[in-house]
């Protein structure tokens, strides 16, 4: 069963797929930056100062001025701002892996043409075989 598992865990797929996962991880690590530090304050600004993961909808009977507040005090809340952030996040992780799949297609190169295995009858135009001498409809040589 050992010997099974590291043939399993061997297999070029299941490596291939570990690597994915990490690097995948690491690069949502990345755009989750890009999105809460570079995209979203510039947005804000343009919508009058507004920081977006300050959205929220608090659903106890106290106020509080910020999300950090109403969770320090363990009160129920509605995070709107964070919700957009995590989409936005997850727009961007798409449209990137979309563009990179993209490109790898392109660059793939495209299978090189099977040899033919038949060849027509110059005289009756049948298919016969690639190594016929005579055709099998006209009786001709071919």
Do not use: W
């Amino acid at each position: 069963m050992l010997k099974e598992f590291k043939e399993f865990a061997m297999r070029g797929n299941v490596v291939d797929l570990a690597v994915g996962v990490i690097l995948g991880a690491a690069f949502g690590k990345i755009v989750t930056s890009l999105v809460k530090d570079i995209v979203m304050p510039p947005i804000g600004m343009l919508l009058g100062g507004v920081d977006f993961s300050e959205f929220f909808i608090n659903l106890s009977n106290q106020s509080y001025d910020t999300l950090a507040a109403a969770q320090e005090a363990g009160a129920a809340t509605i995070n709107i701002g964070l919700f957009l952030n995590s989409v936005l996040d997850f727009v961007i992780v798409a449209f990137a892996i979309f563009i990179v799949i993209k490109q790898m297609n392109r660059l793939k190169k495209a299978p090189a043409p099977a040899d033919p295995t038949t060849k027509d009858c110059p005289l009756c135009l049948s298919s016969v075989p690639i190594k016929a001498t005579k055709c099998a409809h006209c009786t001709s040589d071919i």
